[in-house]
């Protein structure tokens, strides 16, 4: 079973950036699929970027261009850098990670835009 731990979540002014860390149990090398989703208040949870054990990423429309994911395979964590940021990236920040068929989520991170 794979523990995923986020962190980084905070109160940021609109134009502003913050940088997600996910932290896996394990060694990531062994993990095919790694991503970022959000959920806001009364929205459904929704993909931000994902990232294959390749390397190869994939991002939501909304934030193409201002978020960047990648992986540290030394540390085992997964990034996500978030720039110029607005009111609508507002919302918990969940990591999940998929080993086969298995599907693991972390406990999620606070993002709140604001002026």
């Known amino acids: 079973q794979v523990q995923l731990v986020e962190s980084g979540g905070g109160l940021v002014q609109p134009g502003g950036s913050l940088r997600l860390s996910c932290a896996a149990s394990?060694?990531?090398?062994?993990?095919?699929?790694m991503g970022w989703y959000r959920q806001a208040p009364g929205k459904q949870r929704e993909l931000v970027a994902d990232i294959s054990v390749g390397g190869s990423t994939n991002y939501a429309d909304s934030v193409k261009g201002r978020f960047t994911i990648s992986r540290d395979n030394v540390k085992n964590t997964v990034i996500l850098q978030m720039n110029s940021l607005n009111v609508e990236d507002t919302a918990v920040y969940y990591c999940k990670a998929r080993v086969q068929i298995y599907s693991y989520w972390g406990q999620g991170t606070q993002v709140t835009v604001s002026s």
């Open positions: 394990e060694s990531i090398r062994s993990i095919n699929y």
